[in-house]
């Protein structure tokens, strides 16, 4: 089993950054690929992007792309997400989500979540 804690989120102006973590615990936390997903008041739980175990391996949402970086140290039991340029829309609660399927869009595919971490971004 995994627990996932989220910190980082804040209130940033359009073209801001800011970095997103996620405290991971229990043994094998390393072992699960990781996902970060959004989700906007009143909208369906969005994906944003996902890392493979080792790290090797990214995916993102096109929405993102380029403007979000997803990293982790699976020693300290840490992943990242780096959010540059951010816009109004990105406005949402982010989450991890740690699962085994893959990397997957789908948040069928995770099955520890965290409880999300603020972002909001004023024009």
Same mark, same amino acid.
């Given at each position: 089993?995994?627990?996932?804690?989220?910190?980082?989120?804040?209130?940033?102006?359009?073209?801001?950054?800011?970095?997103?973590?996620?405290?991971?615990?229990?043994?094998?936390?390393?072992?699960?690929?990781?996902?970060?997903?959004?989700?906007?008041?009143?909208?369906?739980?969005?994906?944003?992007?996902?890392?493979?175990?080792?790290?090797?391996?990214? !995916?993102? #949402?096109?929405?993102?792309? /380029?403007?979000?970086?997803? @990293? +982790?140290?699976? $020693?300290?039991?840490?992943?990242?997400? =780096?959010?540059?340029?951010?816009?109004?829309?990105?406005?949402?609660?982010? !989450?991890? #989500?740690?699962?085994?399927? /893959?990397?997957?869009?789908? @948040? +069928?595919?995770? $099955?520890?979540?965290?409880?999300?971490? =603020?972002?909001?971004?004023?024009?």
């Amino acid at each position: 089993q995994v627990q996932l804690v989220e910190s980082g989120g804040g209130l940033v102006q359009a073209g801001g950054s800011l970095r997103l973590s996620c405290a991971a615990s229990g043994r094998t936390s390393s072992s699960y690929y990781m996902g970060w997903f959004r989700q906007a008041p009143g909208k369906e739980r969005e994906f944003v992007g996902a890392i493979s175990k080792s790290g090797s391996g990214t !995916y993102y #949402a096109d929405s993102v792309k /380029g403007r979000f970086t997803i @990293s +982790r140290d699976n $020693a300290k039991k840490m992943v990242y997400l =780096q959010v540059n340029s951010l816009k109004p829309e990105d406005t949402a609660v982010y !989450y991890c #989500a740690a699962g085994l399927t /893959g990397l997957s869009s789908s @948040s +069928r595919s995770y $099955a520890y979540w965290g409880q999300g971490t =603020q972002v909001t971004v004023s024009s």
